[in-house]
């Protein structure tokens, strides 16, 4: 196996490829040994482990590009943004679903998983057709192989988090078993520098294409709910809420399909992996709804997994309500249609069990107490 990557010459790589040196606010140099300490100490595949490191450097190259960019577009930092209206909850609890349905309403600007992929250069009104990132989107879309698993769609929307957290190295990376060390730092974080750089691309993107309307959605968001009020002062908060008996098996099973992508055969415990996760989660759930408490709980609707499914048109009336928003016509057209491409069961069935990730109903229960109390599911 290779030299782990280190820091230095991640940054020298990154400089090298852009062919600047200015990263902007510092906040992100933390992250960048951290992140690359926890790779290296990751039970990875070569191959896994040259690609993540590729990434990190692409994500370092990337941050200068925005940055060489606003060096040209200064008037892009004083630039108006409405909202953002997040949508927040457990995985597995219908985010997809529901930011999905809300992006079929061109009111609302989303980021796409190309541009979150490569968010410059800015994406241009009516030029979209032909970027190279959207059609080379397109062609990865249709040998996408997962649909029972997880919805992809190259023209709607994907978890901001995911892309823009790792542009200032805060990523979660879900995908990936992260060592306990790196997981204790990120939950501990108060993410100022990752939002600020976070707002900092999403006012790039609106820049050549509104609207400035932002429609974001992204679970681990849910462990920072106080950093995204103390960057957007107006946000507002769709929760979703799923009974974790359910959610926690299927994350389970999701994040495990994921890591054994990446780690060498018979380095995982999926038993070890299902307590990991169910504490992570557990404690994202806490800090979430102490949050609701500070930052107010008028800021806030919430809906339920099988309403978003069963009864969308209902669902969304109160969804738009709280928002101060007119469903549309058009919009309500749009909503049944994307409810009967995808309905319940329409991509075949993704099984797992709370035992064969070393858990049980009453474990999961005890952990969430709390939570099923507040929303009447205990």
């Given at each position: 196996?290779?030299?782990?990557?280190?820091?230095?010459?991640?940054?020298?790589?990154?400089?090298?490829?852009?062919?600047?040196?200015?990263?902007?606010?510092?906040?992100?140099?933390?992250g960048?040994e951290r992140?690359?300490?926890?790779?290296?100490?990751m039970?990875?595949?070569e191959?896994?482990?040259?690609a993540?490191?590729?990434?990190?450097?692409?994500?370092?190259?990337?941050?200068?590009?925005?940055?060489?960019?606003?060096?040209?577009?200064?008037?892009?930092?004083g630039?108006?943004?409405?909202?953002?209206?997040?949508?927040?909850?457990?995985?597995?609890?219908?985010?997809?679903?529901?930011?999905?349905?809300l992006?079929?309403?061109?009111?609302?600007?989303?980021?796409?998983?190309?541009?979150?992929?490569?968010?410059?250069?800015?994406?241009?009104?009516?030029?979209?057709?032909?970027?190279?990132?959207?059609?080379?989107?397109?062609?990865?879309?249709?040998?996408?192989?997962?649909?029972?698993?997880?919805?992809?769609?190259?023209?709607?929307?994907?978890?901001?988090?995911?892309?823009?957290?790792?542009?200032?190295?805060?990523?979660?990376?879900?995908?990936?078993?992260?060592p306990?060390?790196?997981?204790?730092?990120?939950?501990?974080?108060?993410?100022?520098?990752?939002?600020?750089?976070?707002?900092?691309?999403?006012?790039?993107?609106?820049?050549?294409?509104p609207?400035?309307?932002?429609?974001?959605?992204?679970?681990?968001?849910?462990?920072?709910?106080?950093?995204?009020?103390?960057?957007?002062?107006?946000?507002?908060?769709?929760?979703?809420?799923?009974?974790?008996?359910?959610?926690?098996?299927?994350?389970?099973?999701?994040?495990?399909?994921?890591?054994?992508?990446?780690?060498?055969?018979?380095?995982?415990?999926?038993?070890?992996?299902?307590?990991?996760?169910?504490?992570?989660?557990?404690?994202?759930?806490?800090?979430?709804?102490?949050?609701?408490?500070?930052?107010?709980?008028?800021?806030?609707?919430?809906?339920?997994?099988?309403?978003?499914?069963?009864?969308?048109?209902?669902?969304?009336?109160?969804?738009?309500?709280?928002?101060?928003?007119?469903?549309?016509?058009?919009?309500?057209?749009?909503?049944?249609?994307?409810?009967?491409?995808?309905?319940?069961?329409?991509?075949?069935?993704?099984?797992?069990?709370?035992?064969?990730?070393?858990?049980?109903?009453?474990?999961?229960?005890?952990?969430?107490?709390?939570?099923?109390?507040?929303?009447?599911?205990?």
């Open positions: 196996m290779g030299k782990a990557l280190d820091a230095g010459t991640a940054i020298a790589r990154a400089v090298e490829q852009a062919g600047c040196s200015d990263f902007g606010a510092d906040g992100w140099q933390d960048l992140s690359l300490a926890a790779f290296a100490a039970p990875l595949t191959q896994a482990r040259k993540i490191e590729n990434k990190i450097v692409s994500d370092l190259c990337m941050r200068l590009h925005i940055e060489q960019w606003y060096g040209l577009n200064p008037q892009s930092a630039a108006g943004m409405e909202g953002p209206v997040f949508v927040v909850g457990l995985p597995r609890t219908g985010t997809t679903a529901t930011v999905a349905m992006a079929l309403d061109p009111a609302f600007r989303f980021l796409r998983p190309w541009e979150g992929a490569a968010p410059f250069p800015p994406p241009v009104a009516g030029e979209e057709e032909r970027d190279p990132r959207l059609i080379a989107a397109r062609e990865a879309a249709r040998a996408y192989d997962k649909p029972h698993v997880h919805l992809y769609d190259p023209d709607g929307p994907e978890e901001d988090l995911a892309f823009l957290a790792g542009l200032d190295m805060h990523a979660y990376h879900g995908a990936y078993p992260m306990d060390d790196y997981v204790a730092w990120w939950m501990a974080e108060d993410f100022a520098s990752t939002y600020a750089f976070h707002a900092r691309v999403l006012k790039m993107l609106q820049s050549r294409r609207p400035n309307r932002w429609l974001l959605k992204s679970p681990p968001q849910l462990f920072k709910l106080d950093a995204i009020v103390r960057q957007y002062p107006n946000a507002r908060f769709i929760m979703t809420h799923r009974d974790p008996c359910k959610v926690i098996p299927s994350v389970a099973s999701l994040h495990f399909m994921l890591h054994s992508e990446r780690c060498l055969p018979g380095s995982l415990d999926k038993a070890a992996s299902g307590r990991k996760l169910l504490s992570f989660w557990q404690e994202g759930m806490r800090r979430g709804l102490a949050a609701r408490r500070e930052i107010g709980e008028d800021r806030f609707i919430d809906v339920w997994n099988e309403d978003v499914a069963r009864r969308p048109m209902e669902t969304f009336e109160r969804i738009y309500a709280h928002l101060g928003m007119d469903l549309t016509a058009e919009m309500r057209d749009r909503l049944a249609a994307y409810n009967a491409r995808n309905a319940p069961g329409a991509f075949g069935q993704h099984r797992y069990t709370l035992e064969e990730y070393g858990l049980s109903e009453c474990a999961v229960r005890d952990a969430f107490a709390d939570y099923l109390e507040r929303f009447a599911m205990a």
